[in-house]
């Protein structure tokens, strides 16, 4: 028996009545040696259906920053399920949420759920236009906010040149462009959107540069553009009250999700009073948007995340795990580059070999137990320990040697 037996007959089975098998982001992640389905999962671990046990470093793409099946947000969860899920009115604890959103996260009055980051990215687009009653919005290039049309790239299938023809892509860090690409469509930008920092995939990391963000905010409010900030990826891991904290600056809107309930699916988008009129001339609602049981999820998980420090815990445990696997590649004469933020980094070959190799290096850290991508950034939560970054790097350093084998 292979080692991924039970992994590679369900991906078998599920490439027969689901297109790619396994789709989307899960399925990039599908290689010839790869596990695909997990059996179990439990604190900063999860077991295969073949039963190998991993340390998770990918932490569900990010929504897993407590821990799997945390006990106070699962049981949280149950205890508003008891009550009601999914019923003809809202629940209560809808208006504990918001409140305690507008309290938690610097410089907002309000919020709205979803379910999806893209759900939070799309209204708080929306909500930019109406409020602005301008056109055009400005990304930045690489820059990922989900799956809708007007996301992909121009070309993508399934898309149409209109999707895209009132996006305009500009580079990471250019304030520069950002003004040009505002002075090329006077009065007709509505909004710019961008991550915290850059993390784009297969491709490394960027933070922003010295002064780059209070520039930013700056020509967006003398522009009378809106301020977008994604945070999808990395709320929570940088700043428990919104990663613009701790970059200075404050945006007119700011988009949750992933890590909000520790995995419980609900996401959020979150304004500023300016923004609140517009908010309630958008139409947005969804069958799924009031399940009260994520909301009680993304309460307790709230109060978890402050109790631990989560955001200062992850980073401090992400710099020594970088740290760890930094030694033990320079011990093996391995130029490992670390970009990103120390909570959600991003590992590169900086050497001989580039891509193939760091790739090459990955899978046999992933065959030894520790889950890692070679094209993604990684994600650290509170319930990584010690042990787990002392035990990654023995695995990283058996993976080199494996490598020069
Ligand atoms: N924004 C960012 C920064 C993301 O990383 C993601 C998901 N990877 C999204 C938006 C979209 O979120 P979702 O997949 O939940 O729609």
Redesign the pocket.
């Known amino acids: 028996m292979g080692r991924t037996t039970k992994s590679r007959a369900l991906y078998e089975r599920a490439q027969r009545v689901i297109p790619n098998g396994v789709f989307?982001?899960y399925g990039h992640s599908v290689t010839d040696e790869s596990p695909v389905f997990f059996e179990s999962s439990q604190g900063s671990h999860f077991t295969d259906v073949d039963g190998n046990e991993y340390i998770d470093w990918i932490c569900a793409?990010?929504p897993m920053i407590l821990g799997y099946n945390h006990p106070v947000v699962d049981a949280a969860v149950a205890r508003q399920m008891a009550s009601g899920n999914t019923v003809s009115l809202a629940a209560p604890v809808l208006v504990d949420l918001a409140e305690r959103l507008v309290d938690r996260v610097e410089g907002v009055d309000w919020a709205l759920f979803g379910?999806?980051?893209?759900?939070?990215?799309s209204l708080a687009v929306m909500v930019a236009r109406a409020a602005t009653g301008r056109r055009y919005t400005i990304k930045v290039d690489g820059?990922?906010?989900?799956?809708a049309p007007w996301?992909q790239a121009p070309g993508s299938p399934g898309t149409v040149d209109g999707d895209q023809s009132q996006v305009i892509s500009i580079p990471w860090n250019d304030v520069a462009a950002l003004q040009a690409a505002i002075d090329a469509h006077p009065g007709d930008v509505a909004c710019f959107i961008s991550?915290p920092y850059h993390?784009p995939a297969f491709a490394e990391n960027a933070l922003p540069a010295d002064g780059y963000w209070s520039q930013v905010e700056s020509i967006c409010r003398a522009a009378g553009v809106a301020l977008i900030v994604?945070?999808?990826?990395?709320g929570f891991r940088i700043h428990l009250s919104g990663s613009h904290v701790a970059y200075g600056f404050q945006p007119d809107l700011v988009?949750f999700?992933?890590a909000l309930a520790n995995g419980h699916p609900i996401?959020a988008l979150t304004g500023t009073d300016a923004f609140r009129q517009a908010a309630m001339d958008t139409f947005y609602t969804g069958t799924q948007f009031f399940n009260a049981g994520p909301m009680a999820a993304a309460l307790a998980t709230l109060d978890e995340l402050e109790k631990t420090d989560a955001a200062n815990r992850i980073t401090t445990l992400g710099e020594r795990l970088n740290a760890g696997l930094k030694d033990v590649a320079a011990s093996r004469g391995y130029d490992l580059v670390v970009t990103g933020v120390p909570g959600m980094p991003y590992y590169a070959n900086g050497g001989d070999g580039g891509f193939k190799r760091h790739h090459r290096w990955i899978t046999e850290c992933v065959k030894r137990g520790a889950y890692l991508l070679s094209y993604h950034n990684n994600f650290v939560s509170v319930a990584h320990t010690e042990e787990d970054i002392r035990r990654t790097c023995e695995i990283a350093d058996e993976a080199f040697a494996a490598l020069a084998d």
Request: proline share 0%.
């Open positions: 989307g982001h793409y990010g379910k999806n980051g893209a759900d939070s990215t820059g990922y906010h989900g799956s996301m991550s993390h994604d945070d999808v990826r990395a988009c999700g992933k996401a």
